[in-house]
């Protein structure tokens, strides 16, 4: 079977009257465009494919100014269709309402422009006996949660570019992050979740083993996170008038040489935001290779040394970042429930590893 063909679609953007960055076209277009990358940015304004305030530029250096019109003309992805698959999951409770599920490290929560199938959306469709769909069908006000079997609510991303779907997904968590995720069943369902996670009501508790040893032990952070211009891989800490507000308490559990296993409790949830939380106090997450925690960054730097953390990086192959408890009000019963993962093998290995040997 061929390829579905792309199709061309306009997009514009208002630059705020308030703008004064200076920024690049390119860098500016990189960082509103969801799944942009310079490159691809570049080529699209070499081709002939962008306008500001109605004008062809061709240079991907001129300079972005307030109150500018940038219209842009984008090959739209594929349509998206999401299918059930026989992929094993560790369900932790269930009910006519919802799904809590325990994800392991490495598995994507859902369909997204680079991981299409083998997701927990993907995984969850599968265990309920559902029918696969497309991304058109989401946006169809026909399309029900009975018919799919999970809540429609914001299955499908409005970003420009982004042609993820998401369908019962109410939070999500990093790839290579395991824990607790809880997936709406229905529409009513979701939306009182959602509620709860917008009030900041739902009880959120993860463990990680940090770099460094917290003084005090425990505290507070308090800042504004926004995508890092330079890397839309990256969240970076930003001014109020660029970012999200966004809380994190810690607490340290134990104590190592030059490690630590903290709790973190999340009041706000952004993107990455224990992960930018702990490298801005000092203590990246161990093993987190987006934020600097896959090397050293406390201790000697001998040969052993050396040789003992690479072989934990390479049992953990991930940052120790775990979802360990989740408590909210049942969206029909009301009852306060909570529900509990232990941390998985590669993170516990680590742990009793630095217990035993991180003591110089």
Same mark, same amino acid.
């Given at each position: 079977?061929?390829?579905?063909?792309?199709?061309?679609?306009?997009?514009?953007? =208002?630059?705020?009257?308030?703008?004064?960055?200076?920024?690049r076209l390119d860098v500016y277009l990189t960082a509103s465009i969801q799944n942009a990358t310079r490159a691809k940015v570049q080529k699209a304004i070499k081709e002939g494919r962008i306008t500001v305030n109605g004008r062809l530029v061709k240079k991907a250096s001129h300079i972005v100014q307030a109150r500018d019109r940038i219209e842009c003309r984008l090959m739209k992805p594929p349509p998206m269709e999401v299918l059930p698959e026989p992929i094993p999951l560790d369900i932790a409770f269930e009910d006519d309402d919802l799904l809590i599920v325990n994800k392991p490290a490495g598995m994507v929560?859902?369909?997204?422009?680079?991981?299409?199938?083998?997701?927990?959306?993907?995984?969850?469709?599968?265990?309920?006996?559902?029918r696969g769909f497309s991304l058109d069908e989401t946006r169809s006000d026909d399309l029900t949660d009975?018919?799919?079997?999970?809540?429609?609510?914001?299955?499908?991303?409005?970003?420009?570019? =982004?042609?993820?779907?998401?369908?019962?997904?109410?939070?999500?968590?990093?790839? =290579?992050t395991s824990g607790l995720l809880v997936v709406a069943k229905n529409d009513v369902a979701h939306t009182r979740l959602a509620k709860q996670f917008a009030e900041r009501?739902?009880?959120?508790?993860?463990?990680?083993?940090?770099?460094?040893?917290?003084?005090?032990?425990?505290?507070?952070?308090?800042?504004?996170?926004?995508?890092?211009?330079?890397?839309?891989?990256?969240?970076?800490?930003?001014?109020?008038?660029?970012?999200?507000?966004?809380?994190?308490?810690?607490r340290t559990i134990e104590r190592f040489g030059h490690t630590a296993l903290l709790e973190f409790r999340l009041e706000t949830g952004r993107t990455h935001q224990i992960r930018i939380h702990a490298l801005s106090i000092g203590h990246p997450v161990f093993g987190d290779p987006t934020y600097g925690g896959d090397r050293i960054r406390y201790g000697r730097q001998s040969?052993?040394?050396?040789?003992?953390?690479?072989?934990?990086?390479?049992?953990?192959?991930?940052?120790?970042?775990?979802?360990?408890?989740l408590g909210f009000r049942h969206p029909s019963t009301g009852e306060e429930v909570d529900f509990v993962a232990p941390i998985p093998e590669d993170m516990a290995y680590v742990i009793d590893r630095l217990a035993a040997v991180d003591r110089f």
């Open positions: 079977m061929s390829e579905p063909e792309q199709q061309e679609v306009s997009v514009r953007f =208002d630059v705020p009257t308030g703008y004064g960055d200076d920024a929560v859902h369909p997204a422009y680079a991981n299409r199938t083998g997701t927990l959306v993907n995984a969850v469709l599968h265990h309920i006996d559902a009975d018919e799919v079997g999970l809540s429609v609510i914001n299955a499908a991303s409005q970003a420009v570019g =982004d042609p993820s779907i998401r369908p019962g997904i109410v939070h999500r968590l990093d790839k =290579d009501t739902v009880r959120r508790r993860y463990q990680a083993v940090v770099w460094g040893v917290p003084d005090p032990a425990e505290g507070r952070i308090e800042n504004y996170l926004g995508r890092d211009p330079r890397d839309r891989r990256r969240v970076t800490t930003v001014d109020e008038s660029k970012g999200k507000r966004a809380v994190t308490h810690f040969g052993s040394r050396k040789a003992f953390f690479r072989n934990l990086f390479a049992h953990l192959q991930r940052q120790a970042l775990h979802a360990a408890s």
